[in-house]
């Protein structure tokens, strides 16, 4: 999935788009997917503190997509539980 089909789907879901951050900036309590020089993917949760926690790179927007859209949907998940 690119870039464009992951915000539809997160929208077709009701994911909060403050969640989320691709290519924008770094805003903590938020997942983090960054596109780098050498055409790379960073994924990472950026804590309220500014850590980046779980960096994961991905060698395609494709991967890194389906990556951030499953943490997503487990967030998702878990904060209907509560």
């Given at each position: 999935?690119?870039?464009?089909?992951?915000?539809?789907?997160c929208?077709n879901?009701?994911?909060?788009?403050?969640?989320?951050?691709?290519?924008?900036?770094?805003?903590?309590?938020?997942?983090?997917?960054?596109?780098?020089?050498?055409?790379?993917?960073?994924?990472?949760?950026?804590?309220?503190?500014r850590?980046?926690?779980?960096?994961?790179?991905?060698?395609?927007?494709?991967?890194?997509?389906?990556?951030?859209?499953?943490?997503l949907?487990?967030?998702l998940?878990?904060?209907?539980?509560?």
């Open positions: 999935m690119k870039v464009n089909d992951f915000i539809k789907s929208d879901n009701n994911i909060p788009r403050h969640w989320y951050a691709i290519n924008k900036g770094l805003f903590p309590d938020t997942y983090i997917l960054q596109q780098d020089y050498n055409s790379k993917w960073r994924f990472f949760y950026l804590d309220e503190k850590n980046e926690l779980d960096v994961t790179y991905f060698d395609t927007e494709e991967e890194a997509c389906e990556h951030l859209y499953n943490k949907l487990k967030e998940q878990y904060k209907a539980k509560y």
